[in-house]
């Protein structure tokens, strides 16, 4: 279910690219001339997000983002960037701009955004921006009306003092509102939902008016399979069900991905059946802190026990 996350954020941003580099670049004109072909862009199992080639009036250059549900936990993100920007820049041969975007509001506190190290006459220094949603705020984006970025306003900072629930309302009816075809808001709304969901109750996205997510084709995909599965009623509710199981299991694979890489494999064995029988997303988000920060096996054990 993380690649649905994965395919879902990379199709939006891919749509509204022209929109995504003006904010990701801060700047008020850019023009995106190609996709670079991201197959080529592989060492081993290593495949960039979204890598473009794209054009200011004084140069051109490389556009490249990284998605992160969470923060990165089989290598650090400097490491993975130092990866990907050298290819890029070996490839290509012109300016890189690299961004990585964080998607949970936990994410990405740790990204210094650079690496760099300077010894003996040897100079090396990256720097990429780090771009965590939760530290935008996410008022002036509905006022600006950008559709390419409304599906990830419920992710970024509300006014002060505003309710949850208050604030998921504001950003359908922004949604709603905005002046783009019906496919396209259909997506829009039904990605809203979907990343919405990694962080609010997904009941709060029931609300959203079936018939305007029914002209997206992601929607349709997700409501054949429950149709497939001789579900007629309810299918709203039970792709915003789908939605927080899927956020489970993501926040779930992430969890035993840092376990397994910081204690000892047998060890963490044992306890995925009980990590698996935790219903709670938040439970696992802690979790996933807690085994991030522990200082041994034994201190992530007490935490969960408590």
């Not at 991201?38 to 200011?56: G, L, P, S, Y």
């Not at 300077?118 to 780090?130: A, M, Q």
């Not at 900072?157 to 905005?178: D, H, K, Y």
Request: glycine share 6%; net charge negative.
């Amino acid at each position: 279910m993380a690649q649905q996350y994965d395919t879902l954020g990379k199709d939006i941003l891919n749509e509204r690219i022209d929109e995504i580099a003006q904010f990701v670049l801060n700047v008020p004109s850019v023009e995106v001339i190609a996709d670079l072909d991201t197959e080529q862009q592989i060492v081993r199992a290593f495949r960039t997000d979204i890598t473009k080639r794209i054009r200011f009036k004084t140069h051109e250059a490389v556009l490249h983002i990284e998605l992160q549900l969470h923060d990165s936990t089989e290598k650090p993100m400097w490491a993975r960037n130092a990866h990907y920007h050298g290819y890029l820049v070996a490839e290509h041969q012109m300016h890189v701009y690299s961004n990585v975007i964080y998607f949970h509001p936990d994410a990405g506190k740790n990204d210094p955004g650079y690496y760099a190290y300077s010894w003996n006459g040897y100079d090396y220094r990256l720097s990429y921006k780090v771009i965590r949603l939760i530290e935008i705020e996410g008022q002036s984006i509905l006022k600006a009306q950008t559709p390419g970025l409304l599906p990830f306003t419920p992710l970024m900072r509300p006014p002060s003092g505003m309710t949850p629930e208050r604030w998921i309302r504001q950003c359908i009816e922004a949604t709603v509102a905005t002046s783009v075809d019906p496919e396209t808001k259909g997506s829009l709304l039904y990605g809203l939902s979907v990343f919405g969901s990694l962080v609010h109750d997904a009941s709060l996205f029931e609300q959203i008016p079936e018939e305007l997510m029914q002209e997206s084709p992601f929607f349709q995909r997700q409501r054949e399979k429950f149709i497939a599965q001789g579900i007629t009623q309810g299918i709203t509710q039970g792709i915003t069900q789908g939605i927080t199981q899927g956020a489970k299991e993501a926040t779930l694979k992430n969890l035993l991905s840092v376990l397994n890489a910081r204690f000892h494999l047998e060890s963490v064995r044992t306890l995925v059946p009980a990590l698996e029988n935790i219903d709670d997303l938040e439970r696992l988000e802690q979790l996933h802190l807690t085994a991030v920060n522990a200082e041994d096996f034994e201190t992530f054990l007490e935490a969960l026990i408590e």
